[in-house]
């Protein structure tokens, strides 16, 4: 069976410092991946979406970036946090063909700026 | 553009009662998907129920149970013999066929009473 992992689960980080969310995928080849961002008791947001190794579409740019430097691997990364980018980071994944797609949620990451 | 739109932010229902949940959604597509997400206190997205758009008959997983009505771009997700398990928010969500981002509604939260 397919499992989806994220790590941190929480991070508090100053102003200014840099981030590195990691998200991976076992059990799967070659899946979609996905980052969004839920800020408090609001909705989903897409940050960034991937279709392979390299292949990262940016709905939000702003101060952050993701790489997939491999198949079942995906980083969302900031040199420069803001306080606007405290909220809750959850990776998804997706695959499948001839209506079987469906997305599936990691744990999340909780991160806080001050 | 999609567009979900969920119009209850906050339902409450008593313990084994049932309660059901809206959500309306705007696109041209033919080809997609709906689904319900659950968002409990832990914050993981877990998969509730998804709907297929090119077929006509209800999904049904459990105690869960959608209400399809295609022509209305309607998508309400129904909640039989309600438990204290099922307080959460719950988000309804579309993608279009072929493994793109989900696009959200602003979710619902609903608390079961005892």
């Known amino acids: 069976s397919q499992t989806i992992h994220q790590w941190p689960a929480t991070l508090v980080q100053p102003v200014g410092s840099p981030l590195s969310l990691e998200c991976t995928v076992e059990g799967t080849s070659n899946p979609n991946l996905y980052w969004y961002r839920q800020a408090a008791g609001r909705g989903l947001q897409l940050l960034f979406y991937?279709?392979?190794?390299?292949?990262i579409s940016s709905e939000v740019p702003q101060n952050l970036s993701a790489s997939r430097p491999q198949d079942r691997q995906f980083i969302l990364s900031s040199k420069k946090l803001l306080l606007s980018d405290s909220g809750f980071y959850l990776c998804a994944w997706s695959r499948g063909t001839g209506g079987k797609e469906t997305q599936y949620f990691g744990p999340g990451t909780r991160l806080l700026v001050l | 553009a999609q567009t979900v739109t969920q119009s209850q932010p906050e339902m409450s229902v008593q313990e084994a009662e049932t309660v059901t949940l809206s959500c309306t959604y705007d696109t041209s597509e033919s080809n997609y998907y709906l689904f319900w997400y659950k968002q409990p206190p832990s914050r993981q997205m877990i998969l509730v129920i998804r709907q297929e758009a090119y077929k006509q008959q209800n999904a049904t997983e459990n105690r869960f149970s959608v209400n399809f009505q295609k022509a209305a771009k309607s998508f309400s997700l129904k909640i039989s013999d309600s438990q204290l398990g099922d307080t959460a928010m719950y988000f309804c969500?579309?993608?279009?066929?072929?493994?793109?981002?989900?696009?959200f509604g602003k979710g619902t939260r609903l608390s079961v009473i005892a």
């Open positions: 991937s279709v392979g190794i390299g292949q």
């Open positions: 969500a579309f993608m279009i066929r072929g493994n793109t981002p989900l696009v």
